[in-house]
């Protein structure tokens, strides 16, 4: 399996981003997908995970903010991201589970800042 994400940018606090992550290769096995993010200097933490019948999970800091979403057609995930905090400034990593296997993507920068 294969992750590519993208959407990240520099954004005004208080404003949106949506992210992207398309899954290629043998994604048939996948039963999760969601994001993570790593700020400077903090571990890796969950941000939403979404499965195959669309539950979605979220952490509790990202509930009534952040919204996600998948489109089976195109094998992408969705994350879209409102009222933005400097705090949420990270790394977002897209992830994909399956029985098999873990799978992580290269990661796209969000950086919130006025």
């Known amino acids: 399996v294969q992750l590519q994400a993208s959407g990240g940018g520099l954004v005004q606090p208080g404003g949106s981003l949506r992210l992207s992550c398309q899954a290629s290769?043998?994604?048939?096995?996948?039963?999760?997908m969601g994001w993570y993010r790593q700020a400077p200097g903090k571990q890796r933490e969950l941000v939403a995970t979404i499965d195959n019948v669309d539950r979605a999970n979220y952490a509790d800091s990202m509930k009534g903010r952040f919204t996600i979403s998948r489109d089976s057609a195109k094998n992408t995930v969705y994350l879209q991201m409102n009222s933005l905090r400097p705090e949420d400034t990270a790394i977002y990593y897209c992830?994909?589970?399956?029985?098999?296997?873990?799978?992580w993507g290269q990661g796209t920068l969000v950086t919130v800042s006025s």
């Open positions: 992830n994909a589970r399956s029985v098999v296997g873990i799978w």
């Open positions: 290769g043998s994604i048939f096995s996948i039963n999760y």
